[in-house]
């Protein structure tokens, strides 16, 4: 374990870097990652049995299960925070205690079907948004009142591109290393 390095389990595709400028070729891509990603998460995770839905990608972390309903979660929080930036000037938006909400009974669950038609529901509607967007909707706005950040939506777009290939990454390195790693 002394050769494993804990910061790359965390971050497998490292942290986000957002670019200094965003680029319409930037927010094409990264409306694709949010569209694919659906069917990336269920055909990764579709044959998978109670076992390796409980591994985790790294020691202490989370398990493949845990993961995928932490998708869920997430980008339905992500989805509304959109649509009140759009809706209100600059709101502070509601955060959640992510790694308290893993831990309760749904998102402990061994059936992920659930989460999965959330993901593809919430992002079905989230990318017909986002292909409406003009100039006006990118530059949207928001407050996190946990570090009393304002960001643009542009960004946080990019930020849940990476989100969706960050987690992917994670079931895959929990696959690849076959329940190695202990919660």
């Not at 569209?35 to 989370?62: C, D």
């Not at 706005?141 to 777009?157: G, Q, R, V, W, Y």
Request: proline share 4%; hydrophobic share 40%.
């Amino acid at each position: 374990m002394n050769t494993v390095n804990l910061e790359k389990l965390k971050f497998p595709i490292g942290k986000f870097q957002k670019p200094d400028s965003i680029t319409d070729k930037d927010l094409k891509i990264w409306i694709e990652v949010i569209q694919l990603f659906p069917i990336k998460i269920k055909n990764l995770t579709a044959k998978l049995s109670v076992e390796e839905l409980n591994w985790v990608y790294r020691p202490e972390g989370w398990s493949i299960k845990q993961v995928v309903h932490h998708c869920a979660d997430s980008h339905m929080n992500s989805f509304i925070r959109f649509k009140l930036a759009l809706t209100e000037d600059t709101p502070t938006i509601k955060p959640y205690e992510e790694a308290e909400w893993a831990e309760l009974a749904d998102g402990n669950s061994d059936d992920i079907s659930p989460s999965i038609q959330i993901i593809e529901g919430v992002h079905t509607r989230w990318v017909l948004l986002l292909k409406s967007f003009g100039e006006n909707e990118l530059k949207k706005k928001f407050i996190h009142p946990a570090n009393n950040k304002t960001s643009c939506l542009d960004e946080i777009i990019g930020l849940y591109a990476w989100h969706c290939n960050h987690h992917l990454a994670h079931i895959e390195q929990a696959l690849l290393h076959k329940g190695q790693f202990k919660k």
